[in-house]
């Protein structure tokens, strides 16, 4: 389901959005306290996978941590220099260009903590490119290290939300006076558990000209029992499952499924 461009490179779907996407991201660190409380208990560097714009890079390296930031968008990541550029933990933080199956080869492990942030699974649009990525984060880390996976949860409340019209997710203004608004529509394919996701970004200068930049994608959604038998299969010893960024458990209510699981020693 990978589209590919006309120079049969993989396609980026985010060269495009690289700079709107930070306009929702840059602010948003419901997840950071979780991960720096872990680390006060977890030795070694740490992976991102999927790290994109390094908007948790940051922080993590300003814990003390060294921090390697992996992502298979080199857009993404020529703005992750650029925002690291002006941060004093940047000497502690390496990025490195790869899919997820790479993880093993990112410069600065082993890991003792492994990431995949905010939905970053969900990138990988078939299950056996996401058990590949989970059996290499595996290979990352180091002997009673751990794996953090933080993902969507997938009840029916939740899918028939995102596919029952189009969104307005966030306006934002910049200080010349554009009105940035971004839109989502998502198109339910459950047999292959896919979330066909189209975003635009409609961009209203202060005349009144209106610019358009739209970018499509798939989505691959795990259910909580699936990924547990993913994580046995790729190798790990024991795991946690929660609901929340505050550890509490999973209900159909929750929006979240969050994973803590333990490389055997």
């Given at each position: 389901m990978n589209e590919r461009d006309d120079d049969h490179t993989p396609h980026d779907p985010y060269a495009r959005i690289a700079e709107l996407y930070d306009l929702e991201h840059d602010d948003y660190d419901?997840?950071?306290?979780?991960?720096?409380?872990?680390?006060?208990?977890?030795?070694?560097?740490?992976?991102?996978m999927g790290a994109g714009t390094g908007r948790l890079l940051i922080p993590?390296?300003?814990?003390?941590?060294?921090?390697?930031?992996?992502?298979?968008?080199?857009?993404?990541?020529?703005?992750?220099?650029?925002?690291?550029?002006?941060?004093?933990?940047?000497?502690?933080?390496?990025?490195?260009?790869?899919?997820?199956h790479d993880a093993p080869n990112a410069p600065g492990g082993p890991f003792g903590l492994?990431?995949?942030?905010?939905?970053?699974?969900?990138?990988?649009?078939?299950?056996?490119?996401?058990?590949?990525?989970l059996a290499a984060a595996r290979k990352a880390l180091r002997p009673g290290g751990h794996l953090v996976i933080d993902t969507m949860n997938p009840s029916h409340e939740q899918l028939q939300h995102l596919t029952s019209r189009s969104h307005l997710e966030g306006t934002w203004t910049q200080e010349d006076g554009t009105v940035i608004d971004k839109w989502s529509?998502?198109?339910?394919?459950?047999?292959?558990?896919?979330?066909?996701?189209?975003?635009?970004?409609?961009?209203?200068?202060?005349?009144?000209?209106?610019?358009?930049?739209?970018?499509?994608?798939?989505?691959?959604?795990?259910?909580?029992h699936e990924l547990e038998l993913m994580l046995e299969?790729?190798?790990?010893?024991?795991?946690?499952?929660?609901?929340?960024?505050e550890l509490g458990p999973l209900t159909d209510e929750s929006d979240r499924i969050i994973v803590i699981a333990e490389n055997p020693s």
């Open positions: 419901e997840d950071t306290e979780l991960y720096l409380g872990l680390l006060e208990s977890i030795d070694g560097p740490v992976l991102e993590i390296a300003e814990s003390g941590r060294p921090v390697t930031g992996l992502d298979a968008s080199p857009v993404m990541l020529d703005r992750a220099r650029q925002r690291l550029a002006g941060s004093k933990a940047g000497r502690k933080i390496t990025l490195f260009e790869g899919e997820m492994v990431l995949f942030s905010l939905n970053a699974l969900m990138h990988l649009d078939d299950p056996a490119a996401q058990r590949a990525a529509h998502r198109e339910l394919f459950s047999a292959d558990q896919i979330l066909d996701t189209v975003l635009w970004y409609d961009s209203v200068s202060p005349d009144g000209v209106l610019r358009r930049t739209r970018t499509q994608f798939p989505l691959r959604y795990v259910h909580p299969l790729a190798g790990y010893a024991r795991w946690n499952v929660f609901g929340s960024y």
